[in-house]
Protein backbone atom coordinates (compact mmCIF):
# COMPACT_ATOMS: atom_id res chain seq x y z
CA UNK A 1 0.00 0.00 0.00
CA UNK A 2 1.38 3.38 -1.11
CA UNK A 3 2.41 5.61 1.78
CA UNK A 4 -0.13 8.93 2.24
CA UNK A 5 3.14 11.59 0.63
CA UNK A 6 2.71 9.21 -2.32
CA UNK A 7 -0.89 9.20 -2.85
CA UNK A 8 -1.27 13.04 -3.71
CA UNK A 9 1.77 12.73 -6.40
CA UNK A 10 0.08 9.65 -7.75
CA UNK A 11 -3.12 11.04 -8.19
CA UNK A 12 -1.71 14.65 -9.52
CA UNK A 13 0.16 11.93 -12.40
CA UNK A 14 -3.01 9.93 -13.47
CA UNK A 15 -4.87 13.51 -13.54
CA UNK A 16 -2.08 14.49 -15.81
CA UNK A 17 -2.40 11.58 -18.28
CA UNK A 18 -6.05 11.46 -18.16
CA UNK A 19 -6.13 15.46 -18.91
CA UNK A 20 -3.12 14.84 -21.91
CA UNK A 21 -5.13 12.12 -23.89
CA UNK A 22 -8.13 13.88 -23.25
CA UNK A 23 -6.88 17.10 -24.82
CA UNK A 24 -4.71 15.12 -27.45
CA UNK A 25 -8.26 13.48 -29.25
CA UNK A 26 -9.74 17.48 -29.15
CA UNK A 27 -9.75 18.19 -32.65
CA UNK A 28 -12.48 20.87 -32.43
CA UNK A 29 -9.80 23.08 -30.14
CA UNK A 30 -8.14 23.47 -32.98
CA UNK A 31 -8.23 26.66 -35.23
CA UNK A 32 -10.41 26.72 -38.40
CA UNK A 33 -11.48 29.16 -41.24
CA UNK A 34 -13.44 29.75 -43.82
CA UNK A 35 -13.86 32.16 -46.77
CA UNK A 36 -17.53 32.20 -48.25
CA UNK A 37 -19.62 33.36 -51.21
CA UNK A 38 -21.88 35.61 -50.88
CA UNK A 39 -24.31 34.22 -53.91
CA UNK A 40 -22.59 30.99 -54.88
CA UNK A 41 -22.75 27.44 -53.06
CA UNK A 42 -20.67 25.48 -55.99
CA UNK A 43 -17.92 25.94 -58.68
CA UNK A 44 -20.97 24.37 -60.84
CA UNK A 45 -23.48 27.40 -59.60
CA UNK A 46 -20.89 30.24 -60.73
CA UNK A 47 -20.11 28.55 -63.80
CA UNK A 48 -23.84 28.23 -64.90
CA UNK A 49 -24.75 31.97 -64.02
CA UNK A 50 -21.92 32.96 -66.26
CA UNK A 51 -22.69 30.54 -69.08
CA UNK A 52 -26.56 32.05 -68.90
CA UNK A 53 -24.72 35.37 -70.55
CA UNK A 54 -25.75 35.43 -74.20
CA UNK A 55 -22.91 37.72 -76.03
CA UNK A 56 -24.74 40.70 -78.11
CA UNK A 57 -28.33 39.96 -75.88
CA UNK A 58 -28.25 40.01 -72.49
CA UNK A 59 -28.23 43.17 -70.89
CA UNK A 60 -26.76 44.44 -67.28
CA UNK A 61 -29.17 43.75 -65.85
CA UNK A 62 -29.36 39.83 -66.52
CA UNK A 63 -25.95 40.25 -65.00
CA UNK A 64 -27.30 41.81 -61.76
CA UNK A 65 -30.54 39.63 -62.11
CA UNK A 66 -27.54 36.43 -61.84
CA UNK A 67 -25.89 38.53 -58.72
CA UNK A 68 -22.90 39.28 -60.59
CA UNK A 69 -20.98 42.27 -60.54
CA UNK A 70 -19.59 44.84 -57.90
CA UNK A 71 -23.05 45.27 -56.27
CA UNK A 72 -22.89 41.74 -55.53
CA UNK A 73 -19.90 40.01 -55.54
CA UNK A 74 -17.36 42.36 -52.96
CA UNK A 75 -13.90 41.12 -55.11
CA UNK A 76 -14.90 42.43 -58.66
CA UNK A 77 -12.40 44.80 -60.16
CA UNK A 78 -13.95 46.99 -62.45
CA UNK A 79 -12.03 47.37 -65.93
CA UNK A 80 -11.31 50.55 -67.59
CA UNK A 81 -11.09 50.58 -71.22
CA UNK A 82 -7.07 51.14 -70.91
CA UNK A 83 -7.30 47.84 -68.56
CA UNK A 84 -9.18 46.20 -71.20
CA UNK A 85 -6.87 46.92 -73.79
CA UNK A 86 -4.11 45.61 -71.33
CA UNK A 87 -5.14 42.31 -70.64
CA UNK A 88 -5.88 41.40 -74.01
CA UNK A 89 -3.51 43.15 -76.10
CA UNK A 90 -0.65 43.56 -73.82
CA UNK A 91 2.82 42.20 -75.49
CA UNK A 92 0.61 40.09 -77.25
CA UNK A 93 1.50 39.21 -81.06
CA UNK A 94 -2.41 39.15 -81.59
CA UNK A 95 -3.94 41.43 -84.04
CA UNK A 96 -7.39 43.30 -83.96
CA UNK A 97 -8.12 40.89 -86.13
CA UNK A 98 -7.50 37.69 -84.55
CA UNK A 99 -9.82 38.39 -81.82
CA UNK A 100 -13.30 37.15 -81.08
CA UNK A 101 -16.29 39.07 -82.37
CA UNK A 102 -17.27 40.40 -78.85
CA UNK A 103 -13.80 41.78 -77.22
CA UNK A 104 -13.50 43.49 -80.74
CA UNK A 105 -16.94 45.44 -80.40
CA UNK A 106 -15.62 46.44 -77.16
CA UNK A 107 -12.05 47.50 -77.74
CA UNK A 108 -13.47 49.50 -81.16
CA UNK A 109 -16.10 51.35 -78.72
CA UNK A 110 -13.33 52.62 -76.60
CA UNK A 111 -14.62 54.65 -73.71
CA UNK A 112 -18.07 52.43 -73.91
CA UNK A 113 -16.35 49.42 -72.98
CA UNK A 114 -16.50 48.44 -69.41
CA UNK A 115 -15.47 45.36 -68.04
CA UNK A 116 -15.68 43.25 -64.60
CA UNK A 117 -13.41 40.77 -63.20
CA UNK A 118 -14.96 38.22 -60.94
CA UNK A 119 -13.44 36.37 -58.49
CA UNK A 120 -15.55 34.05 -56.48
CA UNK A 121 -14.14 31.58 -53.70
CA UNK A 122 -15.59 29.17 -51.19
CA UNK A 123 -12.13 28.01 -48.73
CA UNK A 124 -12.30 26.35 -45.56
CA UNK A 125 -8.86 25.98 -43.94
CA UNK A 126 -8.68 23.60 -40.94
CA UNK A 127 -6.24 22.38 -38.50
CA UNK A 128 -6.81 18.66 -38.46
CA UNK A 129 -3.73 16.74 -36.31
CA UNK A 130 -4.13 16.34 -32.99
CA UNK A 131 -4.69 19.48 -29.94
CA UNK A 132 -1.56 18.61 -27.67
CA UNK A 133 0.89 17.85 -30.67
CA UNK A 134 -0.32 21.17 -32.25
CA UNK A 135 -0.16 23.41 -28.93
CA UNK A 136 2.83 22.73 -28.11
CA UNK A 137 3.92 23.22 -31.82
CA UNK A 138 5.69 19.50 -32.05
CA UNK A 139 3.10 19.00 -35.21
CA UNK A 140 0.98 20.79 -37.46
CA UNK A 141 -1.41 19.63 -40.29
CA UNK A 142 -3.93 21.60 -42.22
CA UNK A 143 -6.33 21.12 -45.05
CA UNK A 144 -7.88 23.36 -47.24
CA UNK A 145 -10.45 22.58 -49.16
CA UNK A 146 -12.92 24.45 -51.87
CA UNK A 147 -13.09 25.78 -55.10
CA UNK A 148 -11.93 29.26 -56.65
CA UNK A 149 -13.93 30.86 -59.93
CA UNK A 150 -13.13 33.77 -61.99
CA UNK A 151 -15.29 35.28 -64.61
CA UNK A 152 -14.27 38.00 -67.14
CA UNK A 153 -17.80 40.41 -68.60
CA UNK A 154 -17.03 42.89 -71.04
CA UNK A 155 -19.99 45.33 -71.56
CA UNK A 156 -20.46 48.05 -74.08
CA UNK A 157 -23.38 50.66 -73.39
CA UNK A 158 -25.11 48.26 -70.65
CA UNK A 159 -24.75 44.96 -73.48
CA UNK A 160 -23.12 42.20 -72.65
CA UNK A 161 -20.54 41.50 -75.71
CA UNK A 162 -17.93 38.92 -74.25
CA UNK A 163 -18.19 36.57 -71.29
CA UNK A 164 -15.62 33.93 -70.29
CA UNK A 165 -14.61 32.13 -67.21
CA UNK A 166 -12.33 29.53 -65.20
CA UNK A 167 -10.75 28.77 -61.63
CA UNK A 168 -10.19 25.22 -59.58
CA UNK A 169 -13.35 23.23 -58.88
CA UNK A 170 -11.57 21.63 -56.36
CA UNK A 171 -8.79 22.36 -53.95
CA UNK A 172 -7.63 20.05 -51.68
CA UNK A 173 -4.34 20.76 -49.78
CA UNK A 174 -2.80 19.59 -46.89
CA UNK A 175 0.24 21.37 -45.24
CA UNK A 176 2.40 19.30 -42.29
CA UNK A 177 5.03 20.91 -40.60
CA UNK A 178 6.86 19.08 -38.46
CA UNK A 179 9.00 20.75 -35.32
CA UNK A 180 12.12 18.19 -33.67
CA UNK A 181 11.94 20.86 -31.11
CA UNK A 182 8.29 21.86 -30.37
CA UNK A 183 8.10 25.32 -29.01
CA UNK A 184 11.89 25.69 -28.83
CA UNK A 185 12.34 25.35 -32.52
CA UNK A 186 11.82 29.60 -33.26
CA UNK A 187 13.82 30.16 -30.11
CA UNK A 188 16.94 29.79 -32.34
CA UNK A 189 16.34 32.59 -35.29
CA UNK A 190 14.77 34.96 -32.79
CA UNK A 191 18.03 34.63 -30.95
CA UNK A 192 20.37 35.21 -34.06
CA UNK A 193 17.79 38.13 -35.00
CA UNK A 194 18.75 40.16 -31.76
CA UNK A 195 22.23 40.17 -31.92
Not at 11 to 23: T, V
Not at 50 to 55: C, D, K, M
Not at 119 to 134: E, M, P, S, V
Not at 168 to 186: K, M
Amino acid sequence: MPKPSQLPRSFARLAWLIACSLLSACASLLPEARTESPSFQTFQDARAAIESLTPMQSHVDDVSALKLGPTYQPNTIILSYPDIVRRVLNGSVLTKDDLGPGILRCINARDACRGWEVNIAKINKARTGGFLADFTNFRRRSETTGWRFNALILLVDDTVVYRSWGGQPEIYEVDIQHNPLGPLQDIGPAAITRR
